[in-house]
Nanobody
Framework: QVQVVESGGGLVQPGGSLRLSCAAS????????MSWYRQPPGKRREFIAS?????RTNYVDSVKGRFTISRAKTTVYLQMNSLQPEDTGVYYC?????????????WGQGTQVTVSS
């Protein structure tokens, strides 16, 4: 059993900041990648950022320079600065584990981020 739990969402004014956290727990032996996705209202879930076991990061162009992903053991963070209304959505954490020759993906339940004045 693996649990993935996000926290840190909320309501923030444009230009503000939020820090999201995602804690993975349970039968975790080999985390390959931890990622953040978001789903804006009425739209599909989209990739935001990822960090590999080796610390390599990747970002979607729209958040480069504003968002920073980091990781401490089995917790991944997303520091979001200069937030804009278009950043509004439900933010989901995804953890991929290497299990033998397979990659197994786990999702959290999501945390709401609303950017509005």
């Amino acid at each position: 059993q693996v649990q993935v739990v996000e926290s840190g969402g909320g309501l923030v004014q444009p230009g503000g900041s939020l820090r999201l956290s995602c804690a993975a727990s349970g039968d975790i032996f080999n985390i390959a990648v931890m990622s953040w996705y978001r789903q804006p209202p009425g739209k599909r879930r989209e990739f935001i950022a990822s960090i590999t076991r080796g610390g390599r990061t990747n970002y979607v162009d729209s958040v480069k320079g504003r968002f920073t992903i980091s990781r401490a053991k089995t917790t991944v963070y997303l520091q979001m600065n200069s937030l804009q209304p278009e950043d509004t959505g439900v933010y989901y954490c995804n953890t991929i584990l290497n299990v033998g020759v397979d990659n197994v993906s786990y999702w959290g339940q999501g945390t709401q981020v609303t950017v509005s004045s």
